[in-house]
């Protein structure tokens, strides 16, 4: 097999200050690494860290204080995708890079069929015939598991795991290069969660998703990523092999974390 | 003697506690040692002498302070596993090298035979194929079907170790690293898997294993290392090694396998 050696995502210096009043608030400083095509990068550390604002800003939800994100589909690599105008801003989103929210609520519209949900993000993709959008929305709901008599129903009235499936089949319906999945388990039972974390791994298997999960539980992390960024206040901390993190973690706060799981 | 595949020099690991007020521990204090395509070298050593962390160490899951462990690699470059980029590593471990360890580390709910065929799927080998030879190989080790479609998390401790080895044999790597590989099994068990390690041998895999059972470690090995305290204290062929008091002399059932020259 042929290793395309350039990474996909060449993130630099990302930095992200929060004004409130006069006050700053930092939520992520100096953030720099690559994802390489294939690969599920993993960011962990505790609530505040700043984990989720870097994915907010890779997905252009927040705008970044400064620094640059260079995805190779978008001019070559050349520009950050932080210089992308409104109208590639949306580009951006409906081709090459998806979000899966902690909260289904954020990514799907829940007064639009289940079914609706994935075929919008298929419209904004630019598919046009109307076949091949329900045969596309329905094989996806089908690999999430949701059975199909739900496809016309509303996700308002969904369980909170088989909300997060339609939104995962959303997010990966028109094939991005891109998905950034943000603490896609937490608040999910057990058993639902083992079902959403089975999912994403045979995805990532069977398609070889380019992918960036946030969470905090490392199983997840330990069950879907190739490498690991370690956040704490703001900063990376450290970053390495997902194995090597958890089992000879070389900063002082990685290897508390390691050492609080619970079971 | 051909050139090495792995060199290893003044290869030093030190593991800082800072969670325990910065207290340090000293797995590695420099190791040196050479292994040559096809050669079964044995590590055996007290435990807590540093025979694991010296193969997380070339696997990467720990981080080396000092020395330099060179691997060729199949296309004939020379590359420093504790330094190469992680990357790279990711390669070599899809690839080229793979770890044992004495437990499987298998993810959950997923099926004994796609476990094993994950390894060549991962090299891009065909889902249908990769699952046959998958079969096959865990049929070698007696994991009937039944067992190949259960999860192994569900099996016993030797049902899982073979599941462990059949992922290493299933195309076997330049470079394979076994913690205690048969430590788990019965006595037919573990010469099949001794018959497997030696076809691997023969096909030119080296590799480094940790054991404590004295006769396997006769059966299969070409030479010994000892480690003792993060040293090695050492090193040479099995004939001119003396062996610490607590390795496990076995019963003797092997030698019907047959000696190794």
């Known amino acids: 097999m042929v290793e395309p050696l ?18 700053r608030v930092l939520a992520c400083e100096d953030v720099s690494f ?71 609520r954020m990514g799907l519209n829940l007064m639009v069929t289940a079914g609706g949900n994935v075929a919008g993000r298929l419209l904004a993709a630019d598919w046009r015939r109307v076949s091949d959008i329900r045969d596309k929305a329905s094989d996806y709901l089908q690999r999430t598991e949701v059975p199909l008599d739900r496809m016309d129903d509303f996700p308002a009235f969904f369980s909170g795991g088989m909300q997060q499936r339609v939104q995962i089949a959303k997010a990966l319906a028109n094939g991005p290069e891109l998905v ?37 539980d490392l199983g997840v992390i330990r069950l879907l990523t190739d490498r690991v960024l370690v956040m704490k206040d703001g900063h990376v901390v450290e970053s390495g092999l997902t194995d090597q993190i958890l089992e000879d973690p070389q900063h002082p706060y990685t290897q508390l974390l390691v050492n609080c799981v619970t079971a | 003697m051909t050139d090495p595949i792995l060199s290893v020099r003044d290869l030093a690991k030190t593991i800082t506690l800072h969670i325990l007020g910065g207290r340090q521990v000293h797995p590695l204090r420099g190791v040196s040692f050479d292994l040559q395509p096809g050669e079964f070298l044995a ?156 076809e691997a041998q023969g096909r030119g895999t080296a590799m480094i294993a940790i054991l404590h059972d004295l006769e396997v470690l006769r059966v299969i090995a070409d030479r010994v290392l000892v480690i003792e305290d993060g040293h090695i ?17 076995g019963t003797g059932e092997l030698a019907v396998s047959g000696g190794h020259a």
């Open chain 1, 6 to 23: 350039e990474p996909l995502l060449r993130v630099r210096n990302l930095t992200k200050v929060y004004t409130s009043g006069n006050r």
């Open chain 1, 34 to 104: 690559d994802v390489y095509p294939g690969e599920v990068l993993g960011i962990v550390g505790e609530s505040g860290s700043g984990k989720s604002t870097v994915l907010q800003c890779l997905y252009q939800d927040v705008a970044p204080t400064s620094g640059q994100a260079f995805l190779a589909s978008y001019h070559n690599g050349e520009h950050s995708i932080f210089e992308a105008d409104r109208r590639e801003r949306r580009e951006l989103r409906a081709h090459q890079i998806s979000m899966v929210y902690q909260n289904p």
């Open chain 1, 180 to 216: 950034l999945l943000d603490e896609l388990t937490t608040g999910l039972d057990v058993s639902v969660q083992a079902g959403v974390l089975d999912l994403v791994r045979d995805i990532q298997h069977t398609t070889g998703m380019t992918a960036i999960i946030v969470s905090h």
């Open chain 2, 43 to 198: 590590v055996v050593g007290p435990s807590g002498a540093g025979k694991s962390s010296l193969l997380k160490a070339l696997y990467r899951t720990y981080v080396a302070d000092a020395g330099s462990a060179m691997f060729r690699t199949a296309s004939g470059a020379t590359v420093d596993l504790l330094r190469v980029p992680e990357r790279e590593i990711i390669r070599l471990r899809r690839e080229e090298m793979r770890y044992v360890s004495q437990f499987l580390k298998a993810p959950p709910r997923i099926p004994a035979v796609d476990v094993v065929a994950s390894v060549l799927t991962g090299r891009g080998i065909a889902v249908a194929e990769a699952r046959t030879r998958a079969a096959e190989s865990l049929a070698t080790l007696r994991i009937g079907t039944d067992l190949q479609t259960s999860y192994p998390a569900l099996f016993s401790g030797g049902e899982q170790q073979r599941v462990n080895v059949a992922r290493a044999l299933v195309d076997p790597p330049r470079l394979l690293l076994l913690d205690e590989p048969t430590s788990a099994l019965d006595t037919e068990n573990r010469a099949r898997v001794l018959d497997l390690l030696r």
């Open chain 2, 233 to 249: 204290t050492q090193y040479g062929p099995v004939s001119e090694i003396v062996f610490p008091d607590d390795l496990d002399a």
